[in-house]
């Protein structure tokens, strides 16, 4: 927590502005995101699901930790009450579970969908993402509801705050299984999946398109995978490095270490408002879709309708199986007048569609 000091101190005045940027980005760009696959018509693809549950955890993260973490280190006390306590530190958690465990079940999702486009269409249904979906915030739910007795707001020196009342072997072996369960364990299947898919990718030939075609296309592909995976294990490492200083290093209480555990919190609740800025970067059909929410939002009349029927070129079938752009009829993005169509195409083995379906997209 923050400690009265002489002085003024520069953290005083960056922290809460650094807070108040993830708070933003956060909340427009998952808000942004959930509104290009809600608009969309139906979400009955696996992939968007799946997407849909991460933009929702993420918010959440955003929503339920970024404001209290910010007060935590801007005022001297605890001033939301005990429940708000107990709450948060809950929901910071389970969220990031959530987060987690999606991240990994996505990856699963995407090796099965390059690896084995047409077997595993029998698994990857929407009831049983949907089953995932729930099972992912069941375990989360259990996993983080022993934070619900981790905090409690007390009386310290005069001040209100909010702080772990087990004792240090507990909190310990607690702070452990959280840092095995939420990161070890997804980052060692991450590893695995986008590793076999890497793999999988740069030694496979899409007999539909020739070498030069097929190697931008894994190239652009395997871009996105490891920026993906790499994003989310750099982003969480530094917190997990810092409690497991804290129970098997040094970690002495002064200023350096204080600012350090400031640093490993932006940096954490930074992954969970960058995936919105990949998936603009990294796909050109949610860039569309972003732009296109902004034209309804501005009540404007949506530009450039000579695209309407605009048919993906099929320069990169396999980019178009990451973007997952949705298939079959349903409604895209508009505001007023009939809906936008974007060009759709998936690898199925050597199949090909076109069935005009709406954009949206799979990169997390």
Known sequence: MNSSAAGWQPEAVLIPLAYLLIFLIGTVGNCLVLAVLLRSGRVKNTTNLFILNLGVADLCFILCCVPFQATIYTLDGWVFGPFMCKAVHFFIFLTMYSSSFTLTTVSLDRYLAIRY??????????RNTLTAICFIWGLSFILSGPYLS????????NLTVCHPIWEISQRKVMDICTFIFSYIIPVLILSLTYGRTIHYLWRSVDPLQDMSEAKKA???VTRIIIIVA??????????HLLILCVWFGYFPL???????????HLV??????????VYALVSKYFRKGFKEIL????????????????VMN?????????????????SCLRCTGPAQTWGTAELVGQQRAADGSCITFSIT
Do not use: D
């Open 268 to 277: 954490s609740y930074t992954n969970s408002c960058v995936n919105p800025i």
């Open 230 to 239: 790499v994003l989310f294990c750099l982003c969480w490492l530094p917190h």
């Open 117 to 126: 486009p047409l077997h595993s269409r029998e698994l990857r249904t929407p």
């Open 150 to 157: 981790y905090y409690k707001e007390f009386q310290l020196a």
């Open 295 to 310: 034209i309804c939002l501005l009540h404007q009349e949506p530009a450039h309708r000579g695209h309407e029927a605009q």
């Open 218 to 220: 894994k190239r652009k």
């Open 314 to 330: 099929p320069l990169s079938m396999l980019e178009a199986e990451l973007s997952e752009v949705t298939h079959g009829g349903c």
């Open 254 to 264: 002064n200023h350096t270490t204080y600012v350090l555990r400031i640093l490993s």
